[in-house]
């Protein structure tokens, strides 16, 4: 006989991983396999290349077409230079709240979900339901796609895929899509008081972050009225910068980090390519006039499609019979619902806690939350048993 935990000590389990992307979260897959195989479920892990860290699903109930996919990521964002007040990887009850980090964004789904192992197995599902547990959403949604390939590979056909993030266990039928990227400017060093025998590197950036920001104004001003996302446009903006020695020197290097949050309806690649145009058209030439060896170098990091509306979508339809909510919402955030979607599942998120104290210092979940999230759970495994 297996391990029983309530949601609320699984809760308690799952964020004492310090499951940060930049470190590993094999302790948590390794906790999450020992404690299915244990009710007689086995497991498969999907290994990074340098099997640092890996993803996991597993199937509960009949090997059978028609069942559920529960997805969630194990990975959390850093706590380092936050204020907390508590340890952000022990949970602490305070007020009605859950405090810690992933007690939002997104532990506490997969928490809730495989504190229900046991109810699944009692009650007889007549239908399987998969967990998928991925590794670095944070920082790109890197990890899900080759277990997503090996589900659609090795799974009967799931009917819909249920993506856990913080939505207050409101349906959302659709978000963003994001692309990151990385653009490096090389110049040529000279004395900042010898303009024309070099090119600063920092000021060809500042040119081109501009160019940036005047693309998402373009989107803005044509912006339309009745599009779900708040903002309602594809937004594009420059999160990190470096470059320059000294106050006093024409910069040889400058990098700088953007990413283009687009609208299901836009290309994200079409804001690429006119950045691409413009450096190699308008900026380049002006540089290598006075250094030939300047350079604009633009990679693309991670590239996660927008989730799209379906029209009577499998998925939707099913968490609207749970809820009995009569409509789906829009978020401005990317998730792997996108990825489920464009591997031909249909796909919906629906989530315990608010993603407005995702990343935040002292994250928290309210526990009606959690409450909200078991209710559904336990109708989702009736549903799935008749």
Not at 346 to 361: D, E, R
Request: glycine fraction near 8%; charged fraction near 20%.
């Amino acid at each position: 006989m297996g391990e029983h935990y309530s949601a609320r000590e699984m809760i308690e389990k799952l964020i004492s991983f310090d499951t940060v992307s930049r470190h590993s979260n094999l302790d948590l897959i390794d906790f999450v396999a020992d404690y299915l195989a244990g009710h007689g479920i086995a497991s498969t892990r999907v290994f990074n290349e340098d099997k640092s860290k890996a993803n996991l699903y597993a199937t509960v109930g009949p090997v059978k077409e028609g069942g559920v996919v529960l997805s969630g990521h194990t990975d959390v964002v850093p706590v380092e230079g936050q204020p907390w007040d508590t340890d952000p990887f022990t949970v602490v009850e305070k007020d009605g709240r859950l405090y810690g980090r992933g007690t939002s964004d997104m532990k506490s789904f997969s928490a809730i979900a495989l504190s229900k192992v046991p109810e699944m197995l009692e009650k007889g599902l007549s239908v399987p339901i998969h967990f998928a547990l991925s590794y670095d959403e944070e920082i790109g949604c890197i990890g899900a796609p080759a277990m997503i390939d090996e589900i659609a590979a090795n799974l009967p056909a799931p009917r819909a895929v249920i993506v856990g993030e913080p939505t207050m266990m409101d349906i959302v039928s659709a978000h963003k899509g994001i692309l990151t990227l990385t653009t490096t400017v090389t110049g040529r060093e000279a004395h900042s008081s010898l303009v024309e025998d070099g090119v600063s590197a920092v000021m060809v950036g500042a040119e081109l972050m501009t160019f940036i920001a005047n693309m998402m104004a373009e989107n803005k001003a044509r912006s339309k009225a009745d599009c779900p996302f708040s903002p309602p446009y594809t937004t594009l903006t420059c999160g990190v910068v470096e470059g320059g020695t000294a106050g006093n020197i024409l910069a040889r290097k400058c990098s700088f980090m953007w990413d283009i949050r687009h609208i299901p309806e836009d290309d994200p690649m079409n804001f690429v390519d006119r950045f691409n145009a413009y450096c190699t058209e308008e900026v380049l030439p002006r540089m290598r006039e006075i250094a030939p060896e300047a350079d604009i170098v633009t990679e693309l990091k991670a590239n996660v499609p927008a989730l799209r509306p379906e029209d009577s979508g499998e998925a939707e339809m099913l968490v609207r019979a749970i809820t009995g909510q009569n409509t789906a919402h829009a978020v401005s955030y990317a998730a792997e619902a996108g990825q489920f979607q464009q591997a031909g599942f249909s796909t919906v998120i629906c989530g315990p806690g608010s993603i407005g104290v995702a990343h935040q210092p002292n994250e928290y979940i309210d526990i009606s939350q959690v409450t909200a999230a078991e209710k559904f759970m336990s109708r989702l495994i009736d549903r799935l048993s008749k």
